[in-house]
Nanobody, 121 residues
Framework: QVQLVESGGGLVQPGGSLRLSCAAS????????MDWYRQAPGKERELVAS???????NYGGSVKGRFTISRDNHKNMVSLQMSSLEPEDTAVYYC???????????????WGQGTQVTVSS
């Protein structure tokens, strides 16, 4: 019913920049926290960045100072601006949103399918 779709992934050279976006659609009443996770081959999924409903942000230590998370509440969208990309940033990036549907007031987490980011020369 609620669907999250990521976009913007691709191949980028080390030191380059890339912008990821994730839009939610469906019967949405409100969205609380919006998060970006990533998972590289052979590694566990890790939190990259999060942003609260009022705009408070938090970043993983490996991306702090290089990535910026932002949100557009009207468009039900979260973005991740990535700069100074490193090969270690190569991973599948997933967005996650805590959403209250119109049908009730229960807060549930929803995940996107992921988008591949490859940093290589």
């Amino acid at each position: 019913q609620v669907q999250l779709v990521e976009s913007g992934g691709g191949l980028v050279q080390p030191g380059g920049s890339l912008r990821l976006s994730c839009a939610a659609s469906g019967s949405i009443f409100a969205i609380w926290d919006m998060d970006w996770y990533r998972q590289a081959p052979g590694k566990e999924r890790e939190l990259v960045a999060s942003i609260t409903r009022i705009g408070s942000t938090n970043y993983g230590g490996s991306v702090k100072g290089r990535f910026t998370i932002s949100r557009d509440n009207h468009k039900n969208m979260v973005s991740l601006q990535m700069s100074s990309l490193e090969p270690e940033d190569t991973a599948v990036y997933y967005c996650k949103m805590a959403i209250k549907r119109n049908t009730d007031y229960r807060l549930d987490n929803y995940w996107g399918q992921g988008t591949q980011v490859t940093v290589s020369s």
